[in-house]
């Protein structure tokens, strides 16, 4: 399976100044229709010889995890915050010599135990996918936290590639308000939320369906620290409703998320985007 893959850099060096400051390049990371594959710079951080490191950041397991068990699907890379509620975030990895699915990962912390399902269709062989939890009533971030791949279903055969994403850039969510009385519309930045915006196009011969982007951001020791998704994709001249993206079609899409949680991250911030969708029989 063949993708393409880069690096937009978000580095922070002052919340006040931040969107002002930040470097922002092309991002291109492919994934097939049902097989979601991850950025090479993310697969070979994963696959590389493990590194000893020690973390001082709030939420974050302080050493380093072993290498995942050959053969085996596990979690890796998480890492944790408070939003509201504790939010658990991290990757799914494949170790196994198929395809697998459903992947259902569980987080633990104090009594309190939730579950979710990774984003995405199925995971490729030593593929990776993204999850995230809520565990609420705790806002301790640095409450201990176990988690666990619950199950899944492997899955015989591989599945073609055909999407390709782009990101493009980071900015504020714009809101329109229309005055009732003047009818009088203006247009601001939300103070709340911030969207990454991007491009997918299906460079496949078969119209896919039922598309969501997702984003992810890791840390400098690469952590996942932010998960969010979105499955609306504008497209030119389509049917409202319409979330089939034809062969060799393009849309744009943006993901918002928390500015708060966001911001709450220190250092500099990797962003992938992986695209989940599934095939279409028809022309």
Not at 54 to 81: E, I, N, W
Not at 246 to 265: C, H, Q
Request: with cysteine; aromatic share 4%.
């Amino acid at each position: 399976m063949q993708w393409n893959s880069g690096v937009l850099q978000l580095t922070r060096p002052c919340r006040s100044s931040w969107l002002r400051r930040a470097t922002l390049a092309v991002v291109a990371a492919a994934a097939g229709w049902l097989v979601v594959a991850g950025s090479a710079a993310t697969v070979a951080a994963a696959d590389g010889p493990a590194l000893t490191y020690r973390l001082f950041v709030p939420g974050v397991a302080a050493d380093s995890p072993p290498p995942p068990p050959a053969g085996a699907v596990v979690t890796q890379h998480v890492s944790q915050a408070v939003d509201g509620s504790l939010i658990v975030s991290g990757e799914v990895r494949n170790g196994t010599v198929q395809a697998v699915s459903n992947v259902v990962v569980s987080a633990k912390a104090n009594s309190t135990t939730r579950t979710t399902t990774a984003l995405a269709n199925q995971v490729a062989p030593g593929g990776v996918a993204l999850f995230m939890v809520a565990l609420p009533g705790i806002t301790d971030a640095n409450t201990p936290v176990v988690t666990a791949i619950v199950s899944y279903s492997p899955v015989a055969g591989a599945a073609a590639t055909g999407l390709e994403v782009t990101l493009s850039g980071l900015s504020p969510l714009q809101v329109t308000v229309t005055d009732p009385q003047t009818g009088k519309t203006t247009i601001s930045d939300s103070p709340t939320v911030l969207v990454m915006t991007g491009s997918l196009t299906n460079t496949s011969a078969q119209p896919v369906d039922e598309i969501t982007v997702v984003l992810g951001f890791y840390d400098d020791a690469g952590n996942v620290r932010l998960v969010a998704t979105t499955s609306t994709v504008s497209v030119l001249f389509r049917d409202p409703g319409d979330r089939t993206l034809g062969a060799g079609k393009s849309g744009t899409f943006e993901v918002p998320f928390s500015r708060a949680a966001y911001l709450g991250i220190s250092g500099t911030l990797r962003p992938v985007a992986y695209a989940i969708a599934k095939p279409l029989s028809g022309p």
